[in-house]
C-alpha cells in the first residue's frame, strides 16, 4: 500500500465493522504517518469517547518510537493500558507499511474497565483467581492525549522519572541521559519539541542539541 488516503474507503468499512461489532467500549482509530503530520495523524476514528480523542488529534508516544526508527516496526498485540482518566484498555496496533516503511496505524482499544470490575466480584463470589485484574503486558505505556503538546509534556516528565531527579538536582550527565531517553522515544520529532526540552531542564537550545549530536555520533 502506497498510502493510506489510496485505501481509505475500505480501511473505514473495516473500522465501523469492529466498532459494530464490538460495541461503544471498542475504539478503532487510523492514523496516516505520510501525508499527516504528527500533531493531526488521527484521519477516523470510531468511539472516540473511550480515549476523548478525535478526527486532527496527534499520535501516541508508541508511533513517535516506531517512526524514530529506535524500536522495531512490528504490530502490538494485545497489550494492557490506561487512558489519563483512569479506564483500563486491551489494545492492538496493527502498522501500515510501504514495503519497510510505516506509513499509517489502525489500532484498536477495548475498554475492559467495567470487565474487571464484573470479575473482581465473580472472583469474590467463586474464590477463583484465574479472574484476578490483567497486568500490564510486557510494561508497555500508551499515551493517548488529544494535543501533541499534551503527549510531549509526558514524555518530558517520564524522562526526569528515568532519571530519578529533580531538574535542580541534575548533573550534566543526567540531562544528557533525559534527551537520549527522550530522543529514543522519537519526542524530538515533533516541531517545537526541542524549545519545551531546553526550557525544561534550563539548558540553552544551543547546548541541547549539542548533548543529542554527541549521543547520536556514538550511537551511529
Known sequence: MQSVKQE?????????SLSLLFGS?????????????YEHTIVAIENGHVTGRK???CGTNLGLEVLSGNVSIEDNHNYTTQTKDGKILRSSTIYIRDDDKVIGSLCINFDISD???????????CQNPLLSEPSANNGVQEIFASDVNELIDTLILDSQRAVGKPVVSM????????LQYLDKRGA??????????AKF??????????YLESLRTQAD
Open 201 to 210: 531542564f534550563n539548558i540553552s537550545k544551543f547546548t541541547m542539541y549539542n
Open 115 to 125: 470487565l474487571i470490575l464484573a470479575g473482581k466480584a465473580l472472583n469474590s463470589l
Open 25 to 37: 467500549k471498542c475504539e478503532v482509530v487510523l492514523h496516516d504517518h505520510k501525508d499527516q503530520p
Open 171 to 178: 548533573t550534566k550527565e543526567d540531562k544528557i541521559m533525559a
Open 8 to 16: 481509505f474507503a475500505f480501511l473505514t468499512s473495516l473500522m465501523k
Open 55 to 57: 478526527i486532527g488529534d
Open 188 to 197: 524530538f520529532l515533533v516541531k517545537k519539541t526541542g524549545e519545551k526540552v
